[in-house]
Every structure is written in C-alpha cells, then in structure tokens.
C-alpha cells in the first residue's frame, strides 16, 4: 500500500496521470461487473409473461448504469419494445429510455430516432404519453441543437389531435419547453411545417380536457421563461379562462395575466360594453383582483399573491383595493376607520359606543351601488378577510409590496395592517408586523392606530413582542401624547415580561432618536423632577428607570436644551450608564463635563480612511521584513499584533480584519519562535523544553488557523490557500518535533506517509493556486517531492526541517469584506446567587438566549456546550426551529438546554458556552463545488481521512448556579 | 312561509314531479296558530307522507326547524327528514327548550311533547358535506358548507338534470369559529336564497373584534365586571373563542364565566363537531381543542358578588329574564362594570331600554334600579350581506334566483341588482305565493357504441363538448329513449327498407355531343371536388360517390343537355350542392 501511495504521488506530479486514472477504474469496471447489457438481454430473455418482464425492468430499474452500457441497454431495451405486446411492459420500457437518457455523460441523440420511431406504431395512449416524456428528456439533455428540437416538437404536433389527454398533456409540455424561442429559428421552421408555436398552444386554450387547457397555459409560462415574448393577442383568450370551471386552470391563467400584464403594461384595452379604454395593467389589475374572491382557495392565494408585483398599476386603481363601500338599509354608511379617523380629527377620543352610533346617514341612490364591481374594489378587503390563513399571509405580503412602492397606498393601507395584528393566527400578526415594519418610512400613526399596535405588546408571544418592539424603532409617531403611550405600554410590557428587557430598551433608544422635540416637554414627568423640591433618587437598577433613561439620553442627544433640565442624580446615571450599557446611551455634551466622552467620536466615517490606511501600512511592513535579523522580525510582529488588537478595539468596522490578520501574524510569530536554531541546538537532555515549546506551538497554530477558516464570514479561497498553508506547515513542525523525542523510526513511517498524503491534497486542491506561491514552504517541498517519497523517515524530517526555515512568509491577500463571528450570551445572565434547584436524576431546562453574528448556517454549526464541575461536558445541538433570523448577517438563538447530575453537597457553577462547530470536509465541499475534480476524489477518498471536525469556542463562557438535590424517599 | 318574511321558513319545491320541503320553522313574533307554516297549502285532503318525498332542515335554528315536531307527529308524516349530523344533534335540545317555555312556563296545551320530539328526531337521516344522498332513484340532495351556525347547510336538490339550491341561511366571511359557505358551479336552475341583508354592506368584522376585545380588556384591567348577555348557541361560541384566545394571547388571568345547562351541552356538540369549523380550529385541534376552554368556566350564583374582575356570558340575550337579569341588577350600580349587548334586542326588554339610552329602569315591586355601569353594544352577525349573496350568485351561476328570509322592500333592490348584473331573472314570492320556473330540461338518450364513435369520426373531432348534430333513428320503446343506426332501428323493427331518391333535371345549353357534354362536366366536377371519387363511367354516366348524373340530349332543342341528377336521401346534402353546382353552368372555355 505504501509502494502504491508513493507511486501515485509521485505520479500525479506530472498531469498526465489523472486521465490514466480514471481510464484505469473504468477497465476495472468492466473486468469485475459482467456487461449491464448483456445481464438485462438474458432476463428479458428468460421472462416468460409480461408479469415476469415487468419485475425484470423494475428491478433494473434500481440500479444505475455506467455511462459506456447505456447505448447498449437502450438497443435491447428497444428490441425488446418492439416485441413486446404488453402496453404496461412497453410503458416501464419507455419510462426506462427516459431515465436511461438522463445519465450524465450519455448524449442521447443516438436513440433520438428509435424513439420518434416507436412513437408512430403506438396505440395505447398511456405508451404515447410516456414516450413523450422520454423525448422531452431527450430533447431537455440537447440544448445546442436546433434541428433535433424542431424535430420533436413536429411530432408533438402531430400527436396534438391525439383523442388522449395525456398525450395532448406531455405534447404541449414538450412544445413549451422545446418551441424555438428565436425568430430566426422560427422562419426557418415555417418551412418545415411546424407554424407558430405560440398559435398551436393558443389553440387549445379552448380544448375540452381541463387538464389539456392548464398544460397549454403552463407550455405557454414555460415558453415565456425561455424568453419568448408572449403576442398580446392572448390577453383576450386568458381572460376568458379566468371563468373556466376548473381551479387549476384559473389558477394558471391568472398567472398568465400577470405576465402579459408585465410585459404589455402600457397598451390600451377596451372595457367591453363601454367605449371606455384603460391601460392593460390596469385591467389585468382589475382581473386578478377579482379573482381574490375566487371559489377556490388555491386560486385565491395565487392572485393574491401576484398582486403584490403588479407595481406599475395606476394608483386610483390600487386605491380602490381597500374600498368597500359599506351600506345599510340602502344608506351610506362610513366605516369604522374613517369614524376613528375623524373622531381623532375631532379632537375628540372615543367615549365609548353609544347604539346607533354608527347610525348610517345619506341615502343612497339605489342605481349607483354596483354590487358586483367590475374594478378592483375591495379585493385587499376580501383577501384580509378571508377563511384560509394562506390567503391572509399573501394578501398581506402584497400590500407590503405595493405600499413599499407608493406612499399614499401605504398611508391607506395602515388601518388594515393594524387590524391584522389581531389575527387568530399567530403568522399572520407576525407576517403583518413585518410588513408594517418595511413601510414604516412611508407612514405616520395616528394616536388611535398607535393604540391598538401597541395594545398587542401585551401578546404572549415573544415573537410577535419582539418584531413589534422593532416595529416601534422605525414608526413615525405624530404627538407627544403617542410617545407617552408608548413609553407606558413598553413600561408595562416590561414589568410583565422581564425578560423583554434588552429588546425594549433597544427600541426606546430608536424612539428618543426620532422623536427628540417630542420627547422633551415630556421630561419633567418622566425624571419626575420639581421646580422647588427634590424629589427621592430614583433606584438605579430599575430596568423601568433605565428604559426611561435611555428614551431621554437618545433624544438628549440631538436636543441640546434637554440637559437643562436633568437633575443631579441624572448626570450621574448617565455617567454609570454610559459606561455600562454603552451601546444604548450615546454621547452627550453635558454642560459641566469635560468632553472626556467625546473623545470616541460616533461619527467615524473620516476617521475611516486613515485607519484602513494604517492597517495596510503595518501590514506591509510586516511583509518586507526578511532583511531584518530574527529577533527584529519577532519584535515588529509583537508590537503589529499589539497595534492591531487595539485597532480591532477601536474600530468595530475593521475588527474582523484586524483580528483576522493578527491571528496570522501570530501563526507566523509562533513558528518563527518554535524554529529558532538554538532551540534546536541545545543537547539532548534539553530537548524537553525545547519540546514542550515547540509542540504548544505546533497545536496553538493549528487551532488558530481552524479559528481563521471557520470563524470568519467572508473568506474567500485565496485566503483559505494560506490558512491550509500554514497548517501544513504546523503539521511539519509537528513531524519535526515527534521525530526528535521518539526512539525508533516505525512510527514514525506512518506519519510521514500521513504528511505527504497531506502535501498531496494540498497541492490537489489548490493546483490553481501554486503559482502565487514561489519561494514557499509548499513550492520547496513539491520540488523536493521525489526525493521525499523515496527517502527515509529521518532524512525527510531533516529534508522538512530546512525547507521550514528557509521558507519565505507568505503575503495574507485581505478579502474587501470579512467578519468575525461572535455570539453573545444574553440569557442567562450568569449573575443570579440562588442555585437552580432541581431533583438529581431529573432534568431542569434551561433558557439559553444568545445573538449570534456573521455566523453562516447557524442551524448546522451551533451548539450549545455545558461544562460540569465535574470535567463533563455535555454538547447539545438547538432545534433548527430554535434559530431566528432578525437581519442580515445576525441571528438568534433561543432555546432549551436539559442539565442533569447526581446529587451534590452543595450547589455549585457550570459552564455554558456557544461552540461553532466546523467540518473541513464539508466547507470543501461546499466552497469549491465548481472544481468538479476536487469533489469526484473528494468521493473516491474516504471522508474521515480529510474531514477534520471540531469545534471552536466563540462565546464568553456563562457561570450558572446550580444544585441537585438528592431526590427523597 | 318566509316569503318577502323573516322566519317561519317553510318552502315547498316542486320538481320534475317531485315535492320537497325545505326547513320547518316557526315565527318567533306569534304565539297563536300563525307561529306554524300552514301545512293544510300542502294537501287538502290525503296524508302529506304521499305527497313530500323528503323535507330537508338547513339548520338548527327555530325559524328553520320549529315547527318539525308538529309537522311530523301532529299533521303528521312519516317520510324522510334530512338535516346534517350536527343539526340532528342539537336541534333536539333546542325543540325542547322551546317546548318547556311555551308549555311549562306559558302554559300552552295543545303542544307537542317531548315524546313527540324524540319521536320525530327518529325520522331523520343525517348527511355529511358534499355526501349525495338519493332518495328514491330519481330524486338526489348534496349539502354544501354554510357557515352561519355549527351544522348549518346549503342543499342541492337535482333531479335528472334539473337541481334546486336552496341556501337556508349562510354567512360568507368567516368568523372565529366558523368558515365560510363554499359552492362549486353547479349551475342550478334555481337558487333560492336568503336574503336578510340584502341591502347591507358590512365593515370588516376585524374592527368590531378589536373594539369588542378592547372595551372588555380595559374593564378587566379597571378591575370591573363584565356582563355579555348571549343566547346560548351560535354567536355566544364565537365570543367564546374571541375571548378566550384573547385571554391566551395576553396572559390575562381575570376569571371568565358561562352560565350553565343548556350551553354546557351545545358546547360538548361544538367539541365533537370539529370539522365544520374553521381552518384554525380544525387545524389544531390536535393540540387542544379550542372548545375545551382553559379560562372559561362554569358560573355559580354565587361568583355574582365575588370581588375582583371578571366577565360573565349569561342567557338570554335580552336581559328580559332569567340569570342575566339577575346578574344585571347587581352589578348596574357600578360604574366600572359594563354589559355588552352583542345582539338585537326586541322592543320591551330590558336590553333594549338600556340600549336605547334610558338610565333608570323600574323593576318588579316598583323598585327604581339606577344603571351606572357601562352600556355598549356590538353586533355580531352571522348572515351573508348584499356582496356575500352576490358573491354565491356568481359561485353557483344559477339560471334563476329566488330570494326568501327577508323584507320585501330590501328585496326589492336586491333583485333588481341581480337582474342588472347576471341577467337572470330573480323572484321574490310572498307567502302562498306560487312561482313556476321554466326549465330546459334535456332528456339523455342511450346511443349505441358503434353509432356513436361512427358519427364522431366525420367532420371536425375538435370542440367535442360542444353539442353535435348526429344523424341515427330515435326509438322510443317502454320509456326508454336509444339512437341506433338506421339498419338496426329497421331489423329492430322488422321493417324493411325504402330507397328514397331524389332525381333533379338540370338543363345546360351545350351545343355539343352528349358524350362531349359529359366528359366536360365530368372534367368541371372533377376539378372542383377534389376530395371525393368522381367517376366516369362507360356507359356514359359519371358518379360522385353514390350520385349519378347522366346527360341526355334535350327531345325539342339539341343545343340544350339534360342531366339527370339523382341521390339518395343520405347524401341530400352533396347531392344539393352538385345540382347548384350544375345549375351554375359549365364553364365557358373548355379546352
């Protein structure tokens, strides 16, 4: 085996061998396996009834056939065919050719013929339709060929009169999918008879089958996604399938309007029965709203949702969606927002409803109701209303697409929002919450809208409190008053869910900022300050305090009167909490303070550019350093470290980079200190030290360059080059050291051939790579390769001892964008004195809740670790559902996490800790999926072999207290 | 009854020879004989199980069902009753309480009893949704989802191709415990609606929630009691449910009371009957049953002092009686205590005095009661509106609209609406008032396999829904209609078969030889049918397909050709054309 592996490596060296390889497995195929072909020919041979054939093919149908063997079985598969007289044996054949044609690799055109072939002598239906299918395939596998799909889609024409509904079915399919899409290619295949394809699908939107009327629609869509452009002149037929019985073809033919309504939005149509004309758009509007109020429920969600991208629809139009006009006893009545409306406009609030109270007033003339209205009136009124909560969510997610792109809409639309957030269904408030969220630029609230949104903070949901708490960073509010009722419901909120805490603080700090001229006549009531007395110091941990606090802070900041009015113990919270909960309370300009604070200027953007500058000013010292002596290069990586740690500190922005830089630079400094000649120098009794240093760095180094590849978002493949470089290069030094302390050479054969097998891999992954790398540890050690892999043991240490050392410093290329992951432990707080009692034996759940940054997949990758005092540690995987996703790049995590122990004398502290666990395999995998050489070795190699899995700790560890109790007997 | 009316619905449908009665109730506004429909319209003489094939109940309300139990056991009629699984439930303990007021508490004689209930109840035949029922080989009914109350149902009533649907009463949006009606296009002939609402347009149920949920929430929260008189099925579940996922949501821990007996036993119903409510209910049910409430629990008379917020549902709706008067009149002198109304209240109660704004009321023994507490009202309906029945119209596409459950006036408008907007004609008959309905009925005639695939293959095959002219005999024997092909209609019935020819002179001024004629007319034709067989053949005459033409020289004037035409009767229709061809001419320049 070992003879072997030498040889390949040496082998693979040179390029040529990777083809021998391959040619190499396949005659070994075909040495052990007898030919696919052959084995089938003699079963279907030997079948006696149609039955027997039949279980013959399904069972080949199991396994897969190589690429070679394919023409083969097609051949007796179609012989076979010919004399089959079973229609459901034929049918399993031709599903056969199908699948047989798909194979990767197989051009199918060969059997192109065969099929077309069969296709005429064909009298069962089911047969007909199957073949189709597998000439679709066929045709699907031959995307460059022009004449072999004007072929196809001639004889799906000539099958279009089939009296079979499947037939017709898999006819269109085909047509739809294979019709030439180019004009060009359309005038040449006038000649060949096969006319218009857009007139032959056209055709049988009329036909009898409802499932021939949907497929022609569908072929029509798919024709439409090739790139075809659709004739306008199927707008008048689409609309007349708006009417069909059939809800599949409703459906499809709604969607088939929204596309001609996309793509003719500005052409004029006439309103039959009027001589009246309005844009496309607009009709198509009218239609589609129409078909809100669809018998069928699957019709409903899809108009409904399509209404959302109709943008360009006129906005009288889209007004009407939310008009209903509302009557009673044939008078005009107003609707209960428009009361509210002008109750508020009033001056006056609700005095509580009186009966009749919503009395209707003006009488109506009977004739200009129109019941039925032909526009869209009323259609977000239906939507919102109606039974199924799917249609709820996409009426919803419409009227935020359509609010987004028209303020006036958005400003309509609120009253309708704001009633969804008492929806019985949970998503549906959530969905809605959202949508007020995204078009909360657009929208001011009025003070009694303001009430019934914040009415639901009351919501035992926390993810409804959650998303409304985000809602209220962004919303407009028109009063002081609507402040204050906010301030109270956050209050109240609070006091009856604690753990909101963070979240509501967060969202005062977004409402002080937008709202400061509101927020200062509120003040004094809020600080609870008097002209002539001092009023009691409020009580400083008071998270009810805080949040007033911070509302105050954040509109202190931009309304420099405000601190006029703070009193003495004010100035002094605002000190504590500047410090504390620096992240909520910004920098002020106190009048009797130095402007110490200040000295962090929030506003970095000048400072940006220096400090970039300064990163790739160090850096590029670092780089030049090979003129220095040894101990200069240790020193100038020392303080570039220093210096970059600090400017990691300071500037949040450059964190990631400045981290991901020095990390490597330590890498760098650590095996420069782990090479020093003298170390290596020393005599033998020495060696342990020597050892236990050069070891720690060798395993420091491997971690660190763990941490780099996985930890960081935004890691592109030239950096993970280095990273995986100067891994192999801590692996060397660990061959190097482990060589040095054992006696004996035999286990020493087997991590040298471990090591090459690495350098191998190496140089397979990053083939394209190696050219950046001239003067490396990687490029001396390829050159050094034949000797290597003949060579001993120990000379291959000694060979990898220099190459070390003399190797040059790679240059780190930084990527424009990359980012650390980080977690951040909010629940629990680790602060707590009382023990979590709890029976030993039994199990405690506890709330584990922590945001999560840049961290990609967190579904896969976080776990969740507890650590006993005991040494044992407990690894537990959140639930997918456990993870939310509240904005690009962060996440969080709220979840459960089961303890249990044997009983202890007294209580005590466990660990717990976010982990990001990585796996070198699959990130591989995931990031070079294009290089389809590395992933098909990747196949043939077992996956242990380069899979390293391991974790890496990423959040502060939190203590919590806890005690098992013995259980009683 | 129920004509140009509300209440006392009872309609009598006559079709393809077949008598049904849809629903059976009683009016709430008569306690003499007018409370009955008047079944002596039925039949004067003779029993009614001859004359009704089935009666079919929409719902268990008492102005649809009512009047059963005097209908079946004191008229008398022993024929099937059809009404779904949870009407058959619960309309019996409605029947009853009806029975123990009118008897027990009015002390009417001459009622029906509870025997007769039980007895009647035996008569029924429950139906699921969409199930199609046949009773008896002609006559079929399908119940549609209604909405409205638990169990309620639209029917349809077919007979061979002619159907009826009649819609009892039905609610298009939904509410918190049930969905909507839903009817797929069956086209019927007829529809007959309810139409309450005929001349409304609600607002967004939404709103009246919100305000419903609000004004409770902040009593609770003032610490004060809440009184919502109901009666005890239908929309007292809704406000159930209403209150009690508001009371989960918000982690509201204020007691919530339902006066118990009669409701207790229709909520056990509600339980069972899971599938006929809606989406949110049916969906987790799985979890919990939304009808097993967690914060509603059962009122003692005594909870009635206990301190502290609470909100208490008692019955009857009209505070004119019973635990809700009582409950009233303890709690009207606090102004932090409110009654909320969620329904009409009838002329007379109190429930209406206090609606209407009076703040003293005298009570029994000339007592004053002060209301200081909160009045509000809020209503909660559950019937389709103008757009709601306009909506089922364009569902269904009847060819016919009749509107009942309603007043005239408001009918008026809506069928004239209906009128503008269909184009199918709408009637609204009043009570005893008889409407007769033209129908198209089609007769389905048996064809024979090979006839018909013979007739299909000629001409165009598309557009095969269309109707299609087909030529075959028509048999009528023993009541059954066939079409057969002509020889088997003849050997069928022993006939034998004529040859009818049609022979037609045509004159054509040819000075030439007849032979020369013909060989040009033969060449004429022989141009201008291309598709068919023309022949020349020797003895002078030529053939298309099956006609002969022969020419022959005119006795008086050689210069004028004869040509005979002749066909049969199956090929009248080339054989007409060939003669207008030929009585064109030939053309003049034959080579």
Known sequence: ?969 | GAGQDVGRSCILVSIAGKNVMLDCGMHMGYNDDRRFPDFSYITQNGRLTDFLDCVIISHFHLDHCGALPYFSEMVGYDGPIYMTHPTKAICPILLEDYRKITVDKKGETNFFTSQMIKDCMKKVVAVHLHQTVQVDEELEIKAYYAGHVLGAAMFQIKVGCESVVYTGDYNMTPDRHLGAAWIDKCRPDLLISESTYATTIRDSKRCRERDFLKKVHETVERGGKVLIPVFALGRAQELCILLETFWERMNLKAPIYFSTGLTEKANHYYKLFITWTNQKIRKTFVQRNMFEFKHIKAFDRAFADNPGPMVVFATPGMLHAGQSLQIFRKWAGNEKNMVIMPGYCVQGTVGHKILSGQRKLEMEGRQILEVKMQVEYMSFSAHADAKGIMQLIRQAEPRNVLLVHGEAKKMEFLKQKIEQEFHVSCFMPANGETTTILTNPCIPVDISLGLLKRETAIGPSADAKKPKLMHGSLLMKDNSFRLVSPEQALKELGLAEHQLRFTCRVHIQDPRKEHETVLRVYNHLKGILKDYSVQHLPDGSITVESILIQATAHSEDQGTKVLLVSWTYQDEELGSYLTSLLKKGLPQSTP
């Open chain 1, 1 to 969: 085996m070992a003879a072997h592996l030498k040889k390949r490596v040496y082998e693979e060296f040179t390029k040529v061998v990777q083809q021998q390889h391959e040619d190499l497995s396949t005659k070994k195929l075909r040495l052990t396996k007898p030919s696919k072909s052959a084995a089938l020919h003699v079963d279907l041979c030997k079948a006696t009834s149609p039955a027997d054939a039949l279980q013959y093919l399904l069972q080949f149908a199991r396994k897969p056939v190589e690429v070679e063997s394919v023409e083969g079985v097609v051949r007796i598969l179609l012989e076979h065919y010919y004399k089959e007289n079973d229609a459901s044996v034929r049918l399993k054949i031709a599903s056969l050719l199908g699948l047989l044609s798909k194979t990767a690799g197989f051009s199918p055109d060969c059997i192109m013929d065969d099929a077309i072939n069969t296709l005429q002598n064909e009298k069962s239906h089911q047969v007909l339709a199957q073949l189709l299918d597998t000439l679709l395939v066929i045709g699907t596998k031959l995307p460059e060929n022009p004449s072999v799909r004007m072929r196809l889609v001639e004889v799906a024409c000539k099958h279009l009169t089939d009296s079979s509904h499947g037939v017709r079915n898999k006819c269109l399919q085909l047509i739809g999918c294979l019709g030439p899409v180019e004009k060009g290619v359309a005038k040449e295949a006038e000649s060949q008879a096969a006319k218009d394809v857009q007139k032959i699908i056209g055709d049988h939107f009329n036909d009898q089958d409802p499932r021939v009327r949907t497929a022609a629609i569908k072929a029509m869509l798919q024709l439409h996604e090739r790139g075809l452009k659709l004739q306008q002149a199927i707008y008048s037929q689409a609309c007349k399938l708006l009417a069909d019985d059939y809800e599949q073809v409703r459906s499809a033919a709604v969607q088939l309007i929204w596309v001609l309504s996309q793509l003719y939005p500005e052409s004029i149509v006439p309103i039959p029965s009027s001589n009246e004309e309005i844009r496309l758009v607009d009709d198509a509007f009218g239609k589609i709203c129409h078909m809100v109020s669809d018998g069928s429920w699957v019709v409903r969600v899809q108009a409904a949702k399509l209404l959302g991208s109709m943008q360009q629809v006129s906005s009288h139009f889209l007004e009407q969606t939310l008009d209903k006009k509302l009557m009673s006893d044939l008078r005009k009545k107003r609707t209960a927002h428009e009361r509210a409306k002008e109750l508020y406009s009033s001056g006056e609030f609700s005095s509580g409803r009186k009966w009749g109270d919503d009395a209707p007033k003006e009488e109506i003339d009977t004739g200009a109701v129109n019941l039925i209205e032909s526009g869209a009136c009323g259609a977000f009124v239906h939507g919102l209303e109606d039974e199924m909560y799917e249609v709820r969510i996409a009426a919803v997610e419409a009227l935020c697409m359509l609010a987004q792109s028209s303020p006036s809409f958005a400003e309509k639309c609120l009253d309708f929002l704001v009633d969804m957030f008492n929806d019985e269904i949970e998503e549906v408030r959530l969905q809605s919450i959202h949508t007020m969220r995204k078009i909360s630029n657009n929208i001011t609230l009025r003070e009694d809208q303001l009430d019934t949104v914040l009415a639901v903070l009351e919501d035992s949901s926390r993810d409804i409190r959650e998303a409304l708490h985000e809602l209220l960073c962004c919303t407009n509010v028109s009063t002081k008053e609507g402040i204050h009722l906010a301030l109270v419901e956050l209050l109240k909120n609070l006091t009856k869910y604690p753990t909101d805490r963070e979240s509501i603080w967060k969202c005062l700090k977004f409402l002080g900022r937008r709202h400061p001229t509101l927020v200062l006549p509120l003040v004094p009531e809020l600080l609870s300050t008097h002209p002539f007395f001092d009023t009691p110091e409020p009580d400083m941990d008071d998270p009810a305090y805080i949040a007033v606090l911070v509302l105050i802070f954040n509109a202190a900041k931009s309304c420099p009167t405000m601190p006029a009015l703070f009193s003495d113990h004010t100035f002094r919270h605002y000190a504590y909490l500047r410090d504390s909960l620096s992240h909520l309370v910004p920098p002020l300009r106190l009048p009797g303070r130095k402007l110490a604070s200040s000295a962090v200027s929030p506003s970095i953007t000048p400072h940006e550019d220096p400090s970039q500058q300064f990163l790739h000013q160090s850096l590029e010292r670092v780089y030049n350093f090979q003129h220095l002596d040894p101990r200069g290069i240790q020193e100038l990586l020392e303080f570039t470290i220093r210096d970059l740690q600090r400017l990691g500190e300071l500037q949040s922005e450059l964190a990631g980079m400045a981290d991901f830089t020095a990390t490597y630079l330590q890498c760098q400094l650590l095996l420069i200190k782990a090479l020093q000649e003298k170390l290596w120098n020393v005599a033998a009794p020495l060696y342990l030290k020597q050892n236990a240093l050069a070891s720690t760095a060798a395993k420091q180094i491997l971690e660190e360059t763990y941490k780099m590849e996985f930890m960081y978002s935004g890691v592109e493949s030239r950096q993970v080059v280095i990273i995986q470089h100067m891994r192999l290069q801590a692996k060397a030094l660990q061959l190097i050291v482990t060589a040095r302390t054992t006696r004996g050479v035999e286990p020493l054969f087997g991590m040298c051939e471990k090591f090459l097998q690495e350098v191998d891999s190496f140089q397979r992954c990053f083939i394209s790579e190696l050219p950046h790398m001239q003067g490396s540890f990687v490029d001396k050690l390829l050159d050094l390769m034949p000797r290597l892999v003949t060579s001993k043991p120990s000379e291959v240490v000694k060979i990898l001892q220099t190459t070390l050392r003399q190797s040059t410093f790679l240059h780190l290329p930084l990527p424009d964008q990359l980012h650390r992951a980080t977690a951040n432990i909010i629940e629990p707080t680790g602060e707590s004195d009382n023990p979590l009692r709890f029976t030993s034996g039994l199990v405690v759940a506890l709330d584990v809740d922590a945001t999560l940054e840049h961290v990609q997949d967190p579904q896969g990758t976080v776990k969740v670790q507890v650590l006993y005092p005991d040494g044992q540690a407990q690894l537990i995987h959140p639930k997918p559902a456990d993870f939310r996703n509240p904005g690009p790049g962060r996440h969080r995590l709220i979840t459960q996490v089961y303890l249990s122990h044997t009983a202890w004398t007294e209580p005590c502290q466990i660990e717990v800790r976010l982990l990001l666990a990585y796996n070198s395999n699959r990130s591989k995998a995931s990031t070079r999926s294009p290089k389809s050489t590395w992933s098909e070795s990747l196949e043939a190699l077992p996956p242990s072999e380069n899979g390293i899995e391991g974790t890496i700790p990423f959040s502060k560890p939190v203590k919590v207290y806890i005690m098992p109790k013995p259980a009683r007997r």
